[in-house]
């Protein structure tokens, strides 16, 4: 009976860790002195690893590379280290938003990032 309660245990937190998925495109915004800079964050999985890129859309900066991806428990970390570029989150129980805090040039400014949705195509 124990067995039986913990493979059931393990099928079950199985499940919800892999409902935690972290991958698609994240917007936020880095308020720095006046400035109010929008950051979009494209998360991917591709054979098993992730992968991601940035834009900066107010500064015309796209496509901009993420060096490392991981996403550990609900906790996304991403190192830019080519730009001096990182950023810890924390992924919120509804999986709607990541809280964290963007580390660039000796700076540290809180970016909370919402998930994109899909827009709705509507045929007329």
Known sequence: MKKLNLIIALLLLTTVLKA??????????????EARLKVVIHIQR?????NS???????NAFGL?????????NKLSL???SLGIQYQGTL?????????S??????????????EKKATIIKP
């Open 102 to 115: 963007w580390k660039q040039g000796g700076q540290t400014v809180p970016l909370v990032m919402g998930r």
């Open 79 to 81: 190192d830019a280290a």
């Open 53 to 59: 890129t940035f834009d900066s859309p107010d500064q």
């Open 46 to 50: 591709k054979e098993g690893k992730l």
């Open 65 to 73: 590379k993420i060096d490392k991806t991981t996403f550990t428990g």
């Open 20 to 33: 935690q998925n972290i991958t698609g495109n994240w917007t936020g915004y880095l308020v720095v002195k």
């Open 92 to 100: 919120a129980r509804q999986m709607d938003s990541i809280r964290g």
